[in-house]
């Protein structure tokens, strides 16, 4: 298999997910929807996500993480080689787990993600898969933001891969600005590109941008030119964990396949259409056909 796209990053690899019927405020007391219920265990991680989407699409897609024992057992790994994800990049720690986030919503539209991290926070002491990462047309990191992560980049930078940074880069700190400083692409919600704009300004980073802001669609940079893209619509949105993950995915799939960054882009927006229509990250993974089939109107 040719190796498109190499997914970088370790956080926590299994959700579950809580829809509260109330605002959570200060003091307050909420309680949990049954349905999902929260003893459910799905599929994630960020950077998995993006691998699982991008071959969902038919991409190539490698993965290079840290995760623990139970990736073995809970059936992860089964489940990525029926999609065709390339795992030579995976280690395990052992004696560790794969860790677990907590994904709540609530009724008026927020959301957090409280993360119990384990296999993940040793990633650092590992060493990148370098012939995945400077072999591939395309490197896409994702958290945690750390020398790991920092690693792939400059090594698939040095080799002229272009590198694009998922969401929370903001969270490397100091190591922030040489992340932006590498990166060919940077795909970020609104939140997090003003918090990160705080930290290092507007314009440091790549030339090209795309800036989502949930239903309101995303704003697409490159160099001088700006555009805005309309969200597409979901036929229902049942859970918005993971739209992030597979807009990315497929803006970069697209790319990879020679669209402009816009065109690119709304394939993106019509991947998260449908993963936030199911329950878990990678429920609903589209087909590249029915991503431009649901552009075209016709599903």
């Known amino acids: 298999m040719t190796v498109e796209i190499v997914s970088v990053g370790a956080w926590a690899a299994f959700d579950r997910i809580l829809a509260l019927d109330g605002e959570a405020d200060d003091g307050a007391t909420v309680s949990v929807l049954s349905h999902p219920p929260h ?21 190539g897609a490698a993965l290079a993480t840290v995760v623990g024992d139970d990736f073995e ?30 994904n709540i919503s609530t ?4 959301s957090f993600c409280i993360s119990h991290r384990d296999a993940s926070r040793f990633q650092d002491s590992y060493s990148v898969p370098g012939e995945l990462v400077t072999e591939a047309r395309w490197v896409v ?53 003003d918090a990160l704009a705080e930290m290092v300004g507007a314009d440091h980073g790549p030339s090209r941008r795309v800036i989502t802001e949930g239903p309101r669609g995303a704003q697409v940079i490159d160099g001088e030119r700006q555009w805005h893209t309309q969200a597409v619509a979901p036929r229902r949105v049942a859970d918005p964990t993971g739209a992030g993950d597979a807009f990315t995915a497929a803006t970069v799939v697209g790319l990879s396949s020679g669209l402009a960054l816009p065109e690119a882009a709304r394939l993106g927006s019509s991947a998260a259409s449908f993963v936030v229509e199911e329950v878990g990250c990678q429920t609903n993974l589209p087909t590249r056909r029915a991503l431009e089939e649901r552009l075209e109107g016709r599903l």
């Not at 009724?107 to 927020?110: E, H, K, L, T």
Request: hydrophobic share 45%; charged share 15%.
């Open 107 to 110: 009724p008026g539209g927020s």
């Open 39 to 59: 003893e459910e265990v799905f599929f994630g991680d960020c950077s998995i996500n993006v691998a699982a989407a991008a071959a969902a699409l038919g991409a």
């Open 141 to 193: 990191v994702s958290e945690s933001f750390g020398r790991y992560t920092l690693d792939a980049a400059r090594l698939a930078h040095r080799a002229g891969v272009p590198v694009a940074l998922n969401g929370m880069v903001g969270s490397a700190g100091p190591l922030a600005t040489e992340f932006l400083d590498i990166a060919a692409l940077l795909v970020i919600n609104r939140a997090e590109m």
């Open 73 to 102: 057992t809970s059936g992860y790994r089964e489940h990525l080689e029926t999609l065709g994800v390339d795992l030579r990049g995976v280690a395990i720690h052992p004696g560790a787990t794969s860790g677990w986030n907590l």
